[in-house]
Every structure is written in C-alpha cells, then in structure tokens.
C-alpha cells in the first residue's frame, strides 16, 4: 500500500457505496517486453455514485480475504475506476498473490469487492502555483490523477517520469506525449533506465540535468509530488535538495508542498 515518508498516516475512511465493481478492461500497456503493466479497469455497479479525488486509494479484497490496496489511476469524470498493476513475481518465480488475482484469475465481467479509501497526506494542497510530478513504473498511478485535476485547474504540470526499456507501444507512454503535445503537460520528460549498458537514466537524473529549469519553474510555491518505490523517493528527495537547497525542502515539506507516496 502507498505510504508517505513525512506526513504521519491517518485512518481513512471508505467512501459511501456498494462494495461490489465489475472488471471491464484488462489491458497491457508494455507489450515489448520488461516486466508486464497492466491497466486494470473496474465499473460500479451503481454508476455515478462513488467519487474520489486525486491522490486516493482503492482496497480490493482477495478470495482469500486479504486486503491488497492500489493507487487509484483515473478520476471519476473518466467513467471508471483504473488500476496500474505491474506482474511483480517472487524470488521463486511465482506472482504475488493481488496480482495472479487481478491480472489471470479474475475474469472480465465478474464482481470484486472494493473500497474507496481517502488518503488526505497525497491529496495536492490547494494552491495555484505550479507541480512537479516524479514517478517511476506504476508509480505514475498515483501521479496520473494529479495530471488531469491540476490541469483543469489551470496549473503549470511538469510531469519526469521513470520507466525500463523503450517501447514504441507504451500506451501510457503515448497518453503522456499526447498530453505534452496539447499542454495538459506543461513539460514531460522521460527517463529509461534499462538501455544499453552504463546509458541508463533515472528519474533522479533528470532532476539534476534540468537543475535551473526546475529551480525556475518551482519558485517560491511550486508543489512537489512523488509516487513510487521508496529508493526512488529517497533517490529524488537528495537530488532536489542538491537543486533547490534544504531550506527550500524543509518549507515546502511544512507547509504540505512536498508530498510522498512510497511503497
């Protein structure tokens, strides 16, 4: 399950509903190769009467009983509540189990039991100034939602994002460039760590490249959000100190403009 490094957790309620959604799209987003994602769709069976916002979570409940929890990727106004699963498998070979359950046992058409879970600690503060999204893998799950609510909010979103290998078929990757091409994303960049050997870029790495872009674009009230592994957090909270300095870290941390979810 997400969780944030600085902003103590807090019990979160579920949102009013029935506990009952249907899989309707179970899609592969990388199908050239490196570890599988897949987008997993779910409908209500009640449409229109479950809402989240951005930055919120979804706790499904295994066959078994055992509650798996996953960044919600989309906003209600999309019609459906997705899901970024990456086919994770164990040291012996075998899938873990919330993801040998999503992505091949259950089958389109058939119901599962779902909470919505608010998680105020990575909901963005309110505020008009400008995002840095960083993220890496399914990490962008989390980030996703904060693309499109900061965009209809008119804010600035600058978007760095961390996958392995090049894939001309990256759907996710092609939503991206699209959004960039019309300004959704005020900047995209991407970092592939898995290229030729000793070429590889990090998410992290890209922060330190564009130091001054970003020192600029920030400012004085710039928000700061990252969603992924905790080496990744960690490894981007280092290089933005090194760019905008600590006390600038230390600020925005107070004041609720640096926000984490690490898993």
Not at 22 to 51: C, K, M, Q, Y
Not at 127 to 151: D, F, N, W, Y
Request: proline content about 7%; hydrophobic content about 40%; charged content about 20%.
């Amino acid at each position: 399950m997400p969780t944030d490094s600085r902003l103590h957790p807090v019990f979160m309620e579920p949102a009013a509903g029935p506990p009952s959604w249907r899989l309707v799209l179970r899609d592969h987003l990388n199908p050239a190769g490196g570890e599988r994602l897949f987008r997993v769709g779910l409908a209500s069976t009640r449409p229109g009467a479950i809402v989240w916002r951005a930055g919120d979570i979804a706790e499904l409940e295994l066959p078994n009983g055992q509650p798996r929890s996953y960044s919600i990727s989309s906003m209600p106004s999309e019609g459906r509540l997705d899901l970024l699963v990456r086919e994770m498998k164990t040291p012996d070979g075998t899938l873990g189990q919330g993801a040998a359950w999503l992505l091949h046992a259950l089958q389109p058409g058939h119901d599962i039991s779902l909470r919505i879970r608010s998680h105020e600690p990575f909901r963005a503060p309110a505020s008009e100034g400008p995002v840095l999204l960083i993220g890496a893998g399914s990490g962008l799950a989390g980030l996703r939602p904060h693309i499109l609510e900061a965009a209809e909010g008119r804010r600035p979103v600058w978007l760095i994002y961390g996958e392995r290998h090049s894939d001309g078929d990256n759907r996710l990757c092609r939503e991206l460039n699209a959004w960039h091409r019309d300004g959704t994303l005020y900047r995209f960049n991407l970092a592939l760590s898995r290229t030729e050997p000793g070429q590889g870029t990090y998410v992290q790495d890209i922060v330190a490249r564009y130091a001054g872009d970003l020192k600029a674009f920030l400012g004085g009230t710039g928000t700061v959000m990252t969603c992924g592994s905790r080496a990744m957090g960690e490894a981007v909270e280092r290089a933005l100190g090194a760019v905008l300095g600590p006390e600038w870290i230390g600020a925005a941390f107070e004041d609720g403009r640096y926000r984490q979810a690490l898993f």
